[in-house]
């Protein structure tokens, strides 16, 4: 029997092992000693996917300008041949990358956003927000935010069936950590026009000054690992902060408190491979410990970001756990009417 210090093995397929070496060798080239990133470098290799007015696979997509001079802009997936009861559900989607990389038309961002779009079915829009080192916390939540305000103005950039009255925030990885911080901005202020009912946390990227026994134990995992991910936050957080902040611990002694707030409902998505899966099930605990619904959902033999990979089953398993996640919240808000 292996010891109980010892490392679990991981076993993935080796098209999913190849990509992930790619992937961690990419972003480590791409950041610079001096704090900065080489988007030259990033851009030769980040492959883009164009929007397609046309139909591909039962799936259209269009890009809205939102705010040029920062462009802000949205990807927006509507799934062709809808015939269910005249409108779908909105999910607002945040991409990872740790804030510093990738966009709605990144090659695996855009095939995901197709999945969910076809699979749930829901229309997906999709968030290119700011990229740090370039422009620091909050920029990020301030897109998040002004994304939202965009489409309670502008109701006509989405599908005459889209229903911004069910409303669900979505991400991944540093893209969740966004999807939460929007949700305690929009539960604090309001917004006319769209009513959030539910969030979607996949592997969110939270973190402290502490190590925690899963970090120690998955150091050198592939995309966050220790090193990696100390960069980002260092990259993102404004001058001076330490990893304690409340946007990176944000289940900690300086949370915000939720208890009075209107918090959606809240899927968490964790991984048993995930140096992260700690911070990921404290958010949750804290989420219950504030008086918000929470539900936890663990892939014990699953790496951080696996559901991008389409080769690995438990990819189409989160994402149709994901599909039953909105469909029970929309059926409990229709029989509260």
Same mark, same amino acid.
Request: with cysteine.
């Given at each position: 029997?292996?010891?109980?210090?010892?490392?679990?093995?991981?076993?993935l397929?080796?098209k999913?092992?190849v990509?992930?070496?790619?992937?961690?060798?990419?972003?480590?080239?791409?950041?610079?000693?001096?704090?900065?990133?080489n988007?030259?470098?990033?851009k030769?290799l980040?492959?883009k996917?164009?929007?397609?007015?046309?139909?591909?696979?039962?799936?259209?997509?269009?890009?809205?300008?939102?705010?040029?001079?920062r462009?802000?802009?949205?990807?927006?997936?509507t799934?062709?041949?809808?015939?269910?009861?005249? *409108?779908?559900?909105v /999910?607002?989607?945040? #991409?990872?990358?740790?804030?510093? +990389?990738? =966009?709605?038309?990144?090659f695996?961002? &855009?095939?995901?956003?197709?999945?969910?779009?076809?699979?749930?079915?829901? *229309?997906?829009?999709? /968030?290119?927000?700011? #990229?740090?080192?370039?422009?620091? +916390?909050? =920029?990020?939540?301030?897109?998040g935010? &002004?994304?939202?305000?965009?489409?309670?103005?502008?109701?006509?950039?989405l599908p005459?069936?889209?229903?911004?009255?069910?409303?669900?925030?979505?991400?991944d990885?540093?893209?969740?950590?966004?999807?939460?911080?929007v949700?305690?901005r929009?539960?604090?202020?309001?917004?006319?026009?769209?009513?959030?009912?539910?969030?979607?946390?996949?592997?969110?990227?939270?973190?402290?000054?502490?190590?925690?026994a899963?970090?120690?134990?998955?150091?050198?995992?592939?995309l966050?690992?220790?090193?990696?991910?100390?960069w980002?936050?260092?990259?993102?957080?404004?001058?001076?902060?330490?990893?304690?902040h409340?946007?990176?611990?944000?289940?900690?002694?300086?949370?915000?408190?939720l208890?009075?707030?209107?918090?959606?409902?809240?899927?968490?998505?964790v991984?048993?491979?995930?140096?992260?899966?700690?911070?990921?099930?404290?958010?949750c605990?804290?989420?219950?410990?504030s008086?918000?619904?929470?539900?936890?959902?663990e892939?014990?033999?699953?790496i951080?970001?696996?559901?991008?990979?389409?080769?690995?089953?438990?990819?189409?398993?989160?994402?149709?756990?994901?599909?039953?996640?909105?469909?029970?919240?929309?059926?409990?808000?229709?029989?509260?009417?």
């Amino acid at each position: 029997m292996p010891s109980q210090t010892e490392k679990p093995k991981l076993v993935l397929p080796l098209k999913t092992r190849v990509t992930l070496s790619f992937l961690s060798a990419v972003t480590d080239f791409a950041r610079r000693c001096d704090g900065t990133v080489n988007r030259g470098f990033m851009k030769f290799l980040d492959y883009k996917t164009p929007s397609k007015a046309k139909s591909v696979n039962g799936v259209s997509t269009k890009d809205v300008t939102v705010d040029a001079n920062r462009n802000l802009w949205i990807r927006v997936f509507t799934p062709k041949g809808y015939s269910g009861d005249g *409108v779908l559900p909105v /999910v607002i989607f945040f #991409h990872g990358g740790g804030f510093a +990389f990738l =966009s709605p038309d990144s090659f695996a961002y &855009d095939a995901v956003c197709r999945r969910f779009c076809r699979r749930i079915p829901a *229309v997906i829009v999709s /968030v290119n927000y700011r #990229h740090t080192p370039e422009h620091r +916390f909050p =920029s990020q939540y301030d897109d998040g935010e &002004d994304v939202l305000k965009f489409l309670a103005e502008n109701p006509a950039v989405l599908p005459e069936y889209a229903d911004l009255s069910k409303c669900f925030l979505a991400g991944d990885s540093a893209g969740a950590n966004l999807a939460h911080q929007v949700a305690v901005r929009v539960a604090k202020s309001g917004l006319r026009g769209v009513r959030l009912v539910g969030l979607v946390s996949i592997q969110p990227w939270f973190g402290g000054e502490e190590r925690t026994a899963a970090e120690v134990k998955f150091e050198g995992a592939p995309l966050v690992s220790t090193s990696r991910t100390d960069w980002l936050w260092k990259a993102f957080l404004p001058e001076g902060s330490d990893r304690d902040h409340w946007a990176v611990n944000v289940s900690g002694a300086n949370s915000e408190d939720l208890s009075g707030l209107d918090y959606p409902n809240t899927l968490v998505i964790v991984g048993g491979f995930d140096p992260l899966q700690d911070w990921q099930r404290r958010y949750c605990e804290w989420l219950k410990k504030s008086g918000k619904k929470a539900q936890l959902i663990e892939y014990p033999t699953m790496i951080h970001a696996f559901y991008i990979f389409p080769e690995l089953p438990e990819s189409s398993q989160l994402i149709s756990q994901v599909k039953d996640f909105i469909t029970n919240r929309i059926s409990d808000l229709k029989l509260s009417l």
